[in-house]
């Protein structure tokens, strides 16, 4: 199983768009995929204890999306020059055997400056291998993405939109 990650709980954001745009042209290849925004999280899981103890909004989070998937897609947006800390929170409250180890994933970056987050993804990257995740060569940074797309969230810029479409392929291909 595929699941695309979008990793912020920022409301209406791009990197919620890009990642809705990934998940559909990915699932239109391969229905085996499922999509997680940061943003329905239940947030109860945040409390001292939750290194220790995994709480039922962990468990359950970890049960449907992470424990039977194979390969993970990150939508990260550049939040101060690396990766959104809620997505870190996140990764530090399940159980990384089970949700991680051998497993593989592909990094997509976001940014409205001109770097594509690119430092943020080798953040991410540097924790992912950590934990025994092999990623994906060639990361996708996307820069100024409001300029890419229009007021419905479609990806209106053809070479974008081709960098996508070929990041998918390389993807099904990993």
Same mark, same amino acid.
């Given at each position: 199983?595929?699941?695309?990650?979008?990793?912020?709980?920022?409301?209406?954001?791009?990197?919620?768009? +890009?990642?809705?745009?990934? *998940?559909? /042209?990915? !699932?239109?290849?391969?229905?085996? &995929? =499922?999509?997680?925004?940061?943003? @329905?999280?239940?947030?109860?899981? +945040?409390?001292?204890?939750? *290194?220790? /103890?995994? !709480?039922?909004?962990?468990?359950? &989070? =970890?049960?449907?999306?992470?424990? @039977?998937?194979?390969?993970?897609?990150?939508?990260?947006?550049? *939040?101060?020059?690396?990766?959104?800390?809620?997505?870190?929170?996140?990764?530090?409250?399940?159980?990384?055997?089970?949700?991680?180890?051998?497993?593989?994933?592909?990094?997509?970056?976001?940014?409205?400056?001109?770097?594509?987050?690119?430092?943020?993804?080798?953040?991410?990257?540097?924790?992912?291998?950590?934990?025994?995740?092999?990623?994906?060569?060639?990361?996708?940074?996307?820069?100024?993405?409001?300029?890419?797309?229009?007021?419905?969230?479609?990806?209106?810029?053809?070479?974008?939109?081709?960098?996508?479409?070929?990041?998918?392929?390389?993807?099904?291909?990993?």
């Amino acid at each position: 199983m595929n699941l695309v990650i979008s990793g912020t709980n920022k409301t209406n954001s791009n990197t919620l768009l +890009i990642a809705r745009e990934y *998940y559909n /042209r990915l !699932s239109a290849k391969d229905p085996d &995929t =499922q999509f997680l925004s940061l943003e @329905d999280l239940s947030y109860d899981f +945040i409390v001292p204890t939750m *290194y220790d /103890r995994h !709480s039922d909004t962990v468990e359950k &989070t =970890q049960s449907k999306y992470f424990n @039977d998937t194979n390969k993970f897609i990150f939508i990260l947006p550049e *939040y101060n020059g690396s990766l959104p800390g809620i997505l870190k929170l996140l990764i530090d409250g399940l159980d990384v055997k089970k949700a991680f180890h051998n497993k593989k994933a592909a990094l997509v970056g976001v940014a409205t400056g001109r770097a594509g987050n690119l430092r943020g993804m080798d953040h991410l990257t540097g924790i992912l291998q950590h934990m025994r995740v092999t990623v994906m060569p060639g990361s996708l940074p996307i820069s100024k993405v409001e300029d890419l797309m229009n007021e419905g969230g479609k990806i209106i810029h053809e070479p974008t939109s081709r960098a996508l479409d070929t990041h998918i392929q390389r993807l099904l291909e990993f």
